[in-house]
């Protein structure tokens, strides 16, 4: 049996285990909060501008915010975005495996958000066009580098994750176009037609188009990096949870152990005193 | 002295003249400027005035349906509780339409 001062060491680190893990927990919950919050006021910004682009646009094609004639890039370009860390679970390699089936380096241009996705990509042999950091803010985020990436392709499909619940996460595959279509389709519409005989345009309808399209790409993109950030802190939350249910029980478990052996030790104790008496009678 | 020109009626105004006087039940609108996750004002105004590609002009009530997009620089608002008033933007869209005006920075 162990020295009970040896399993008090223990369970003193096993108390800094809990109360990291309890403090991990509700720093990762707090975020969630703030991002759902963000998402949710981001969703009302986009239905707003798309009311207005909705009643302008000519066609049902989304440019990308591209001016006509415009040359693009005859491939897909696919986003991955991954955590910038560990500790995020298996989510990162789902998301690489499910790249990795589609991937052809002929037809498609990869770009990589995160460090974790970016080595797991190096690893498998993908070399990628461009590395973006994952903003470390849960505030405003420059997807404008991104954006004009974007424009120069003809296509764009992003991979990342998504909050299902605190104890689920998926990896979700968007056409960029039909994600931003698909979010305005959501949008009630109605409120007439803008066009030039109703409405002063400054420079013209068709610059102000390009700007809208080009801003609710990014708004887009915004939204996928925050889902991602969202499953990412749900991901770690599931993790510190789990972490912080173990040490629970270890400690349960050390503190029986540590009663276990300070009785073992003052039973002994006592053994050898009523030994010791019964010498001396002898 | 600076001239701006009535997007609604096309004539040129005396800035110091089409923002000084307040007369009493003065016309007002509605101003909301917003960034996807924030609201920067939300409140009635007398006027706004902005800066795009033509130059700086200002909206004042009854203005055409108007879209435009803003260069960086800084909305002048005249507020009717809040009283003049600066946001400094770094470039935006601007909605006119039926007297509520629509600022949409960060885009």
Sequence with gaps: ?282 | MVQRQNASTGEFVDKAQATNSKPLGRPSMRLVVQAPFKTYFDDRVFSVSAVNSTGPFDILPEHHNFISILKAGQLDIDGVSSGHQKIIIGGGLMHVKADRITVFLDV
């Design chain 1, 1 to 282: 049996m162990r020295n009970p001062s040896d399993i008090s060491e223990d369970l003193d680190a096993m108390a800094t285990m809990l109360d990291l893990t309890g403090a991990f927990q509700g720093l990762a919950s707090m975020h969630i909060a703030q991002i759902k919050n963000r998402v949710v006021a981001s969703q009302r910004f986009f239905a707003e501008l798309w009311h207005i682009y909705d009643q302008i646009r000519v066609d049902e094609l989304f440019h990308f915010g591209r001016a006509s004639g415009e040359n693009v890039i005859n491939k897909e370009l696919v986003i991955a975005i991954t955590a910038e860390g560990g500790f995020s679970g298996d989510i990162d390699k789902r998301l690489v495996d499910e790249l990795l089936q589609n991937y052809d380096k002929d037809k498609q241009d990869v770009i990589v958000i995160g460090h974790h996705g970016a080595i797991q990509l190096a690893r498998a042999g993908v070399g990628f066009k461009r590395y973006f950091k994952l903003p470390a803010s849960d505030s405003n985020i420059n997807v404008q580098p991104l954006a004009a990436e974007v424009k120069k392709y003809r296509t764009t499909s992003v991979y990342y994750q998504t909050y299902i619940s605190l104890m689920s996460q998926e990896v979700k595959k968007i056409e960029l176009h039909e994600a931003v279509t698909t979010a305005g389709k959501n949008v009630a519409s109605g409120g007439g037609l803008i066009d030039e005989k109703t409405y002063i345009f400054e420079p013209d309808s068709f610059a102000v188009m390009a700007h809208l399209e080009r801003s609710m790409m990014e708004i887009t993109l915004s939204q996928t990096i925050f889902d991602s950030k969202l499953a990412q802190y749900a991901s770690r939350f599931r993790a510190m949870s789990a972490a912080h249910d173990k040490s629970r029980d270890n400690r349960d478990n050390l503190k029986l152990e540590f009663n276990h052996a300070r009785r073992a030790k003052s039973d002994e104790r006592l053994k050898e005193i009523i030994n010791g008496l019964k010498a001396v009678r002898l």
